[in-house]
């Protein structure tokens, strides 16, 4: 396991192939674990953290951070803060949110591979959004099973599509539609020298 620890400044860091500890420490840091099963610390700071392939954990610190698991079954938390927890396909893995404050934190996912008629730069509607275990009209697109925690996205709700699990969230807030909002961008890309969210 490779250990990478930043400075107290904002750093840019990315991991290596392997299972790797990478602390961030404080200032506002962008990093990406890269293959591996990582655990990512932020620190103190708005960091910017994404796990990109691998089972990850990451942690926000203090600060307002946002998270991405990337591909597979990741854990997220936050920490203090207004986190956004950043969903770039349905298809990445069932992530678990340890720590979601709604009305504080928000779940964000890209239009490009979501769809589903979701318009990026807003808010998802009301009636975009049901409390349950399934679809019940044409228009849900998430679903939130506050009972278990699990929040699933239909692209076309009552539809032949099937439902999937996006995430579990853990302390099962009281999730509604004014939580989720759907990005400007068509993917969250982090590099070495720049990041899009």
């Known amino acids: 396991m490779a250990k990478i620890i930043g400075?107290?400044?904002?750093?840019?860091?990315?991991?290596?192939?392997?299972?790797?500890?990478?602390l961030g420490l404080a200032g506002a840091d962008i990093i990406t674990g890269d293959g591996g099963n990582d655990t990512i610390r932020?620190?103190?700071?708005?960091?910017?953290?994404?796990?990109?392939?691998?089972?990850?954990?990451?942690?926000?610190?203090?600060?307002?951070?946002?998270?991405?698991?990337?591909s597979g079954r990741d854990t997220l938390t936050g920490g203090l803060g207004a986190d956004r927890f950043n969903f770039d396909s349905p298809n990445e893995g069932t992530d678990i949110i340890t720590d979601f404050i709604a009305a504080?934190?928000?779940?964000?996912?890209?239009?490009?591979?979501?769809?589903?008629?979701?318009?990026?730069?807003?808010?998802?509607?009301p009636h975009q959004f049901r409390l349950g275990t399934a679809a019940g009209d044409p228009s849900d697109r998430f679903i939130y099973d506050r009972k278990s925690g699990a929040l699933y996205f239909d692209r076309d709700g009552i539809g032949p599509s099937k439902q999937i699990q996006l995430a579990t969230?853990?302390?099962?807030?009281?999730?509604?539609?004014?939580?989720?909002f759907v990005s400007e961008q068509f993917g969250f890309i982090v590099f070495e020298d720049s990041v899009s969210v």
């Open 7 to 22: 400075s107290n400044g904002s750093d840019i860091i990315v991991g290596t192939d392997f299972n790797d500890l990478i």
């Open 42 to 70: 932020g620190g103190a700071g708005a960091d910017i953290l994404d796990g990109d392939s691998g089972r990850d954990l990451l942690i926000g610190g203090t600060g307002n951070d946002t998270l991405a698991g990337g």
């Open 104 to 125: 504080d934190d928000t779940i964000v996912v890209s239009p490009r591979n979501f769809g589903g008629g979701l318009k990026p730069g807003e808010t998802i509607k």
């Open 169 to 180: 969230i853990a302390n099962k807030p009281l999730l509604s539609h004014a939580d989720i």
